[in-house]
């Protein structure tokens, strides 16, 4: 335990961090019993100490979340195409969803990928508003309306519910129709 708190402390890996909080939390455990029928195990109480390792623990997962949120959102602000726009998100909820598997508690996590997943909906809404708009601008109106059309499909099945997705969904419709009158 003394060791895993060495390795908190001097640790720039925030997974590292996670882990060893994870074994120390771990050898706390098995002090318990111990510290309840009042027999000497450490200075520190040990409940302080596990509220200290759980607080570490814990802004570690936070910042591990956050970076993955960020990363994401800077590679649809940099990505030069629309499907690198969707990688960061794919990544990063990929990277999320493996963090589920690895860690025990998950309030920070589950919440992250929500919303990622809601961001990615919301770009592969604006990536086929986009591709329809070119299609217009070269005179190809009924592709453009099966681009919108695919996209409005997507957004109908995918995971993010459509009351949070009505703007969105009304757009597309709105555009289909814009289409439809024009031809």
Do not use: W
């Not at 098995?30 to 596990?50: H, Q, W």
């Amino acid at each position: 335990m003394v060791e895993s708190g060495k390795i908190v402390d001097r640790s720039k890996n925030e997974k590292t961090i996670v882990s060893r909080c994870d074994v120390a939390l771990g050898a706390l455990d098995r002090l318990e019993p111990y510290y309840r029928a009042s027999v000497p195990t450490l200075d520190v109480p040990i409940p302080e100490i596990k509220t200290e390792f759980l607080s570490i623990r814990s802004g570690a997962i936070g910042r591990l979340v956050n970076s993955q949120v960020f990363a994401a959102r800077a590679k649809r602000e940099s990505a030069a195409t629309p499907a690198a726009r969707l990688g960061g998100y794919a990544k990063a909820i990929d990277n999320l969803n493996k963090f589920l598997i690895e860690f025990e508690d998950v309030t920070a996590v589950e919440p992250a990928i929500a919303e990622l997943v809601r961001e990615r909906d919301q770009v592969r809404v604006e990536n086929a508003m986009l591709k329809s708009e070119k299609l217009l601008a070269k005179g190809k109106a009924k592709l453009a309306k099966e681009a919108l059309i695919d996209a409005l499909v997507d957004i109908r099945h995918d995971t993010t519910p459509d009351a949070d997705q009505a703007k969105e969904i009304a757009a597309l419709e709105a555009k289909i129709a814009e289409i439809d009158g024009a031809t």
